[in-house]
């Protein structure tokens, strides 16, 4: 079955950087797209950013545009979220997905938590 | 940007009960609506895409319906397990925005 498995999460100063990663198996990661979704201490769910299957297309919630990056590596079957100039409203679990298509996500890794605080 | 709202925004409930959650787009998504259960502490799962595409290997007591700007969740007989958050989510426009979520509670 998928298996995605998020890390590289934790505490944060404000103004600081932290690279997530999501490994995954049981896919065929080449064909899949792939998405951040993340959540607040005690809320919803917010769409922060995918990737196209063979990384050529990103989209980014405005929330983080310029601040967040997403790239993959198919050949390592593995998803990364680049986060830079963090703030404290960025705080929250941190999600990856996969879907067929970009939408819906059918499978999530179990999040990580990032927390932005000094 | 696409607006979700859902209704009500919690319900208790009696295992049996039949239940109905709303949700609403700001404008006309089509038929690109999809239902996301989760669990506390637990990822969100999907339930149903496309506003009534069952997701596979979910229970059939679950369905969705409606197209435009109007869909319902169904649980036709909840269940001791059922009892969760869910949350909409559209995905005919980026950013593709969930709704605020309903949480169903043991009455």
């Known amino acids: 079955q998928v298996q995605l498995v998020e890390s590289g999460g934790g505490l944060v100063k404000p103004g600081g950087s932290l690279r997530l990663s999501c490994a995954a198996s049981?896919?065929?990661?080449?064909?899949?797209?792939m998405s951040w979704i993340r959540q607040a201490p005690g809320k919803g769910l917010e769409w922060v950013s995918y990737?196209?299957?063979?990384?050529?297309?990103?989209y980014y919630a405005d929330s983080v545009k310029g601040r967040f990056t997403i790239s993959r590596d198919n050949a390592k079957n593995s998803l990364y979220l680049q986060m830079n100039s963090l703030r404290a409203e960025d705080t929250a679990v941190y999600y990856c997905?996969?879907?067929?298509?970009?939408?819906?996500?059918?499978?999530w890794g179990q999040g990580t938590l990032v927390t932005v605080s000094s | 940007d696409i607006q979700m709202t859902q209704s009500p925004s919690s319900l208790s409930a009696s295992v049996g009960d039949r239940v109905t959650i709303t949700c609403r787009a700001s404008?006309?998504?089509?038929?690109?609506l999809n239902w996301y259960q989760q669990k506390p502490g637990k990822a969100p799962k999907l339930l149903i895409y496309t506003a009534s595409s069952l997701q596979s290997g979910v229970p059939s007591r679950f369905s969705g319906s409606g197209s435009g700007t109007d869909f319902t969740l169904t649980i036709s007989s909840l269940q001791p397990e059922d009892f969760a958050t869910y949350y909409c989510?559209?995905?005919?426009?980026?950013?593709?925005?969930f709704g605020p979520g309903t949480k169903v509670d043991i009455k």
């Open positions: 990737i196209s299957s063979s990384g050529s297309t990103t």
């Open positions: 997905a996969s879907s067929f298509l970009a939408a819906p996500s059918e499978d």
């Open positions: 989510q559209q995905s005919y426009s980026t950013p593709f925005t």
């Open positions: 404008q006309s998504i089509t038929s690109y």
């Open positions: 049981g896919l065929t990661f080449s064909d899949y797209y």
